[in-house]
């Protein structure tokens, strides 16, 4: 597959829409974040006539705002200074370093055990879900300038998650009855060969993994790359794949990753939603809220509406980590609750089947139901649905009011009986 990055994307024909300056600010920021796009999102997701204001080019390119001026001066007079490679990957190592690189923690807090080994490539932070993490799908076809793991993508990183082998996998699965679903994360697991997938699929169709249930595969190949699963040389081998794990009884998900409704639109996405569901693949579709992109809530309509027709089931609507370039894509949770709120209350009730705005965060995952009066003081009304600690699930309680808040650490407790949630 064709893609693009800091090296050849100047060939691209549509570059020359793109101003001189917009051109030298991707080549700063891309010292700083790197870029990949594949094929299929330059030549029919991005809409060049926009240019950088696109949605779609936001959610690949780097753009100037990305860094902090300063940060950007450093890098920029490195390379007009003709500073050596060295150089410059140790100054974007030092900026890259003040961006919160290990979000939430999960490098330590959600490792396995077994035996009293730690299962890198693992994570297992709720109960009932593992996620696993196969080395070669550490990648993925088109890298978004928001991802909260990012960190995996940059040279030399040390973020990468180990390899883990199907058979410990199999093992730690055998020792947690307690585990309904298996989620595949990366990157992408589709990045995968069929053949190299099938290693970790099988085992969970094996009667010692008769618990598990679910299995799902967290990817964006229906956006950023549709013909994964139609014309690559082992598309038929993965339709293959997903009808034997429906033979064996075991709901697959393909958690899809829809950002816009005009991914939706593409002819090559459509057919692939078609082809997959033929194979009983059931389809889902997470969504972050991010600022230039879908912060709007004709767009957010359209995305909840559309999806839907096409049997993907909306399942989450996220608030973006705080890691990274946050602060260019962050929406105020007020706000974020607001456009939820006004996009959900024009569809069907098939397409409500979306939560949010929901925040991944260190103690679980919280949902904003959103501001409430009490007396004459305001407050946030909030929720965890999922929580390390499952005596939280399901309990409302209460943040002090705050219309610039935009993640987790800004909240407060309202009253002493909310401290406990904190
Ligand atoms: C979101 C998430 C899951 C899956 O949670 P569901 O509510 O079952 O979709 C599992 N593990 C981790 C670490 C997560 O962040």
Excluded at 36 to 54: A, F, M, P, Q, Y
Excluded at 100 to 111: C, E, I, K, M
Excluded at 352 to 366: A, H
Excluded at 376 to 396: D, I, M
């Amino acid at each position: 597959m064709r893609y693009y990055n800091l090296y050849n994307y100047k060939r691209l024909p549509y570059i020359e829409r793109l101003t001189a300056e917009e051109i030298h600010a991707i080549d700063v920021v891309a010292r700083v974040f790197p870029f990949k796009v594949s094929e299929h999102t330059v030549s029919h997701l991005i809409n060049w006539e926009k240019g950088c204001d696109d949605p779609m080019f936001r959610a690949t390119f780097p753009h100037r705002d990305m860094l902090e001026p300063k940060d950007f001066q450093t890098i920029e007079q490195l390379l007009s200074q003709g500073a050596s490679e060295t150089a410059i990957a140790a100054a974007a190592d030092e900026i890259r370093s003040r961006q919160n690189p290990d979000v939430s923690g999960q490098r330590a807090l959600n490792v396995p055990t077994l035996h009293d080994s730690s299962l890198q490539g693992m994570q297992h932070k709720y109960r009932e879900t593992l996620l696993v993490f196969p080395k070669e799908g550490q990648n993925c076809s088109t890298w978004c300038s928001f991802c909260f793991r990012w960190n995996q993508f940059v040279p030399g990183s040390c973020q990468r998650f180990s390899n883990v082998q199907p058979e410990e996998m199999l093992d730690y699965i055998k020792e947690h009855r307690d585990i309904t679903d298996v989620l595949f994360t990366g990157g992408d697991p589709l990045m995968m060969r069929t053949g190299s997938l099938a290693k970790y699929i099988l085992p969970l169709l094996s009667p010692e993994a008769a618990h598990i249930r679910n299995i799902r595969l967290g990817s964006r190949m229906l956006a950023w790359d549709p013909q994964r699963f139609i014309s690559a040389p082992d598309s038929a081998a993965l339709l293959e794949l997903f009808r034997r794990i429906q033979g064996a009884e075991r709901n697959l998900v393909l958690v899809a990753h829809w950002l816009h409704p005009s991914e939706l639109q593409t002819p090559q996405t459509r057919e692939a939603c078609r082809i997959l569901r033929q194979t009983g693949v059931q389809l889902s579709g997470q969504t972050p809220l991010l600022k230039g992109i879908n912060d709007n809530a004709d767009v957010l309509e359209e995305l909840w509406r559309e999806q839907t027709a096409l049997g993907s089931i909306a399942y989450y609507m996220f608030i973006a980590r705080d890691t990274g370039a946050h602060k260019y894509f962050e929406v105020p949770l007020i706000r974020a609750w607001k456009l939820y709120r006004d996009s959900v209350s024009r569809v069907s009730g098939l397409a409500r089947s979306v939560r949010g705005p929901v925040m991944s965060c260190r103690p679980g995952k919280i949902i904003i139901d959103g501001p409430l009066t009490l007396g004459t003081e305001s407050a946030l009304a909030l929720r965890y649905l999922q929580a390390r600690k499952p005596e939280l699930v399901g309990r409302p309680f209460l943040a002090r009011f705050d219309d610039k808040a935009t993640w987790w650490n800004d909240l407060k407790p309202y009253g002493a009986s909310d401290e406990e949630f904190f």
